[in-house]
């Protein structure tokens, strides 16, 4: 039986033998966090590895196989025929085991630059960015039909590649192969004049709104955002301290006269003119071009959020704001986020030719690209071909499934969309009963004049789609019968 200083802690060890976790390496992990938060002195021994093997009922291989590791670690040290001993290197100041009659941590709040305190008061609640698909979860592509075989054959090419070509730094402005697959993607399918020396590759769509924001706009300008509007470019810009100027949206997307009419000067525009975030309109023709000649006299920037553009229903796809923008005031940004997966982190910004410089100079001096391995495997999933045909696949899907939640919420919820109660309480009581609605409200810099549930269907199947409409029509009709009770009762 183990008996010494840290015996008891070596008791309390939990091993999972369901986990997917090898059960050595949880032996390992628990011992090193022992060993360094001083569960034993430097210098103590160790109970026998037959003991402690018995005591937790492990193989004695196990253990011995953990001891090895850690002695290579440095933290034990093996001494022949006298057992295994912490290393005397740890002394005394190492951290010492927190005392469950210790005084609780005074927390202090950290002092923080004035220009991120303030950002942190004002961003948006975006915790709720899911990892799993139910009803009716926004921003997630549909994950069953993501071709995983041909990801995972490009995958193993790419790392039995040379290991000089895929272990060292990447072209920081990112891979030329992707860069140009995309120009191409952008002038085919987007019909956008462009260059591959344009197109800068990042981390995803939310780190090149901030490389944009701290670029070009100077703490306390102003920059024109579509309200409602989308939470994570908000809070992107935020953390650049521009101050959003919430410019409200209809039909035909932003207000341009409005926007006109309450900051006549302004620095940037925020829109997602393929369909406006989060109301789903494209912006009309009239609008775009009113939005580049006021850029153009203000001198200002428009950033174009093009995150679905690949997805639309008609026909043809609804066009790009940078494909009519004549004067380079646009910048472009493009996301892998919905056309593959996010947990890709990859997204591109597409510069006009005078940015092209700066953008070069940030990234080679500063940030330093985005993973060579993930560019690479886009960039061939491209060039194969499966990236269109993949995007065509969903397309099919999403408007499959677009068509079953249209159909069960004429059916289910006609007439009860409008009903009192807020729709904040309503996407709570739902949120109870397992499906995710997001209420308008969520997406606004300030009030709008109009409430509303946000539904997501592209990563939902037709299945939980129906539940969910059923479970959604449930929530609303005891939200109106509770409205109908009270008014009985006021009368
Ligand atoms: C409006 C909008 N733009 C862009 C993105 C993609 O951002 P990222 O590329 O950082 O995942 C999202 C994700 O949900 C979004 O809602």
Not at 86 to 114: C, F, I, M, Y
Not at 334 to 346: C, H, N
Not at 428 to 435: E, K, M, T, Y
Request: with cysteine; net charge positive; glycine share 8%.
């Amino acid at each position: 039986m183990v008996k010494r200083a840290g015996g008891s802690l070596l008791l309390s060890i939990q091993i999972n033998r369901d986990a997917q976790q090898p059960v050595s390496t949880q032996l390992c992990i628990a011992l090193r966090e022992i060993i360094l938060t001083g569960g034993f002195l430097a210098g103590e021994r160790l109970p026998a590895s037959r003991t402690l093997a018995r005591d937790l009922s492990l193989s004695r291989n196990t253990v011995i196989e953990v001891f090895d590791r850690l002695v290579a670690e440095g933290l034990l040290e093996s001494r022949t025929g006298a057992g295994t001993f912490v290393s005397a290197a740890l002394n005394q100041d190492r951290p010492k085991p927190e005392q469950s009659d210790a005084p609780p941590l005074v927390k202090t709040a950290p002092q923080l630059s004035g220009m991120m305190a303030q950002a942190v008061s004002r961003f948006g609640d975006r915790k709720r960015l899911p990892h799993v698909a139910r009803a009716f979860t926004t921003a997630l592509p549909a994950f069953d039909v993501f071709p995983m075989a041909q990801w995972a054959r490009l995958s193993a090419k790419y790392l039995r590649s040379a290991r000089d070509d895929i272990l060292g730094y990447g072209d920081p402005d990112g891979l030329p192969q992707l860069r140009r697959a995309l120009a191409s993607h952008l002038r085919v399918n987007r019909g956008i004049a462009c260059e591959a020396e344009q197109i800068f590759i990042v981390g995803g769509a939310q780190q090149a709104f901030h490389l944009i924001g701290s670029t070009l706009v100077n703490p306390g300008e102003n920059v024109w955002f579509e309200n409602p509007g989308a939470i994570g470019a908000r809070n992107s810009l935020i953390a650049c301290g521009a101050n959003l100027v919430p410019v409200p949206v209809d039909g035909e997307g932003l207000r341009v006269d409005e926007a006109l009419r309450l900051s006549p000067q302004f620095r940037l525009a925020f829109v997602t003119p393929s369909h406006q975030q989060p109301m789903g309109n494209v912006m009309s023709l009239e609008r775009r071009f009113a939005l580049l000649s006021a850029a153009e006299q203000a001198g200002a920037w428009v950033i174009e959020d093009d995150y679905d553009g690949e997805f639309y229903f008609t026909g043809r796809p609804p066009p790009a704001l940078k494909s009519v923008d004549t004067n380079g005031r646009v910048i472009y940004v493009g996301t892998f986020s919905k056309s593959l997966f996010p947990a890709l982190r990859l997204g591109y910004v597409l510069v006009p030719p005078t940015l092209v410089d700066t953008f070069g100079t940030i990234m080679s001096n500063f940030l330093s690209g985005v993973p060579s391995h993930t560019q690479a495997i886009v960039a061939e999933f491209i060039d194969e071909g499966f990236f269109s045909s993949h995007v065509r696949r969903m397309r099919l899907i999403y408007r499959e499934r677009h068509d079953v939640l249209l159909a069960c919420a004429q059916q289910r919820l006609a007439g009860m969309l409008d009903v009192k109660p807020t729709h904040i309480t309503i996407s709570r009581d739902a949120l109870q009963r397992q499906i995710s609605v997001s209420p308008i409200s969520r997406y606004a810099l300030a009030p709008v004049p109009f409430n509303g549930l946000v539904l997501g269907y592209a990563g939902v199947s037709p299945k939980l789609i129906t539940a969910g409409v059923e479970v959604l029509a449930q929530v609303l009709e005891a939200h109106m019968s509770l409205a109908g009770k009270r008014k009985d009762s006021a009368k």
